[in-house]
């Protein structure tokens, strides 16, 4: 682990184009992530959209919760996407890294229902700060990769607590870049975990994270960060 970060489009290109659309997505790609990074939320008639907040109103100007709307009443235009068109668009062209929302039993079945839909088992890992859906991921399909959300501001030894837990169950952490540290990482690392790191922007803080042998950069910038992987990747050969 740790040998070449990979490049995690943070709701793809979102620095660039607006977040979690094919604009992003597609930009994302054209600058070299080697990952879609989304969040998944669910309709009021049970399907699963990409879609970060519980309600429409920052990113499609409707006043309502996500939660509230059945997919047929959806914004034209503005989104937010269904998983399926996500997964229908893009299939095994990039890896996949989904992050629940929630932990209602709908969302998950949902989403493994999507993903097996299209094939995409191999390629995706859900991600979430609510474990318990991710618990439901692993007694649904016990082979599959999940990977819980550290929350920032644990004490050092809750957060080495959690990353113990994690080891026996899950496949990988993520964890706020700021709170990455050589210390956290090989004990992550020793217990098998893949670490990813949110959301890092700048030059120097992408940099230090690739130096400590992260495994994942989620980034809303994607072309600098495959810059300073692909720089690092020279230096060390």
């Known amino acids: 682990m740790g040998a070449t970060a990979q490049v995690i489009a943070h709701r793809g290109a979102s620095a660039q184009a607006p977040e979690h659309t094919f604009a992003a997505f597609d930009l994302a790609l054209e600058q070299g992530a080697d990952v879609l990074e989304l969040d998944v939320r669910l309709t009021a008639d049970g399907r699963p959209v990409v879609l970060h907040d519980a309600t429409l109103e920052r990113t499609t100007g409707l006043v309502a919760a996500i939660a509230d709307t059945p997919s047929w009443a959806l914004p034209r235009g503005t989104g ?7 997964f229908g668009r893009y299939g095994d ?6 992050e629940l929302k929630d932990a209602e039993p709908g969302l998950v079945a949902g989403v493994l ?10 390629r995706c890992t859900v ?5 318990a859906a991710l618990r439901r991921v ?18 050092a030894r809750v957060r080495r607590d959690a990353v113990a837990r994690a080891g026996r169950w899950a496949a990988g952490i993520g964890v706020a870049h700021h709170e990455a540290d050589a210390a956290l990482i090989l004990h992550a690392h020793a217990r098998g975990l893949a670490v990813r790191c949110w ?5 120097p803080d ?8 992260v495994d994942g950069l989620v980034t809303d910038v994607p072309d600098l960060a495959r810059a300073v992987v692909d720089a690092a990747a020279v230096r060390a050969a």
Do not use: C, K, M
């Open 80 to 86: 937010p996407l269904l998983l399926d068109d996500v």
């Open 93 to 98: 062209a990039t890896a996949w890294l989904l």
């Open 113 to 122: 229902e999507a993903i097996a839909r299209h094939r995409l088992a191999g």
């Open 127 to 131: 991600q979430s700060f609510e474990h």
């Open 138 to 155: 692993r007694v649904a399909a016990p082979a599959f990769a999940v990977a819980p959300l550290l929350r920032p501001g644990l004490p």
């Open 199 to 203: 959301t890092a922007n700048a030059r």
């Open 206 to 213: 992408l940099e230090r994270l690739v130096a400590l042998g």
